[in-house]
């Protein structure tokens, strides 16, 4: 479930839609979070499903550490990537924000997280080499997504978390205990899916 104060828009015929804050999203503030309407799905069966289908789900989608397809029901599946993205996927089924989100800000995230199948090319952003996500960025950026995550932890207790009722409390725990020893009590790596030929 997406944070409620989001709405979708237009944002150019290049990205299309994306979804944009209504309200003031402070750090540390859980912007979404996966729910029981949300869909997980099988590979294999997102296999079996027709052309059309699949590449629906699989655009939509991203696969969880399990190799799951996780289809957002609402507009969470709308969030666009950023390689200066303001949210950031956690180890506990849900994503955090990383800044502060002022109103009309659009809510990006790091897809490196996502366990892409294929490469992204992405639009070029100022500042930043690179210019594909692929699937092992993961592996190879979990150290500053986790410094992220950390920095962000710290504010968890200290903001309203509309969507707190959807983390279990043991996630709870070790985000609180990681801001407090400010040390790394799961690392975001812990998400990476290895797929075995």
């Known amino acids: 479930m997406i944070h409620p104060d989001t709405e979708l828009r237009y944002v150019n015929d290049e990205i299309g839609f994306g979804v944009f804050a209504t309200k003031f999203i402070p750090k540390g503030t859980i912007v979404w979070a996966l729910d029981d309407l949300d869909q997980v799905l099988d590979p294999s069966f997102v296999e079996s499903l027709d052309y059309q289908r699949r590449n629906q789900v699989k655009k939509y989608s991203y696969r969880d550490h399990k190799g799951r397809y996780i289809l957002s029901w609402d507009l969470g599946q709308f969030v666009n990537h950023s390689f200066k993205a303001n949210c950031i996927s956690t180890p506990y089924d849900s994503e955090i924000a990383i800044k502060d989100i002022e109103p009309g800000t659009?809510?990006?995230?790091?897809?490196?997280c996502l366990?892409?199948?294929?490469?992204?090319?992405?639009?070029p952003e100022k500042g930043v080499e690179r210019t594909y996500v692929c699937k092992d960025d993961l592996l190879e950026y979990y150290k500053e997504w986790d410094q992220l995550l950390l920095d962000a932890y710290q504010f968890v207790d200290k903001v309203e978390q509309p969507l707190g009722f959807?983390?279990?409390?043991?996630d709870k725990k070790k985000m609180k205990l990681a801001a407090e020893q400010k040390e790394v009590i799961e690392s975001i790596k812990s998400l990476y899916f290895e797929d075995k030929p």
């Open 166 to 170: 959807l983390i279990p409390s043991e």
């Open 115 to 123: 366990n892409l199948e294929e490469p992204f090319a992405c639009l």
């Open 106 to 112: 659009q809510l990006t995230d790091e897809y490196g």
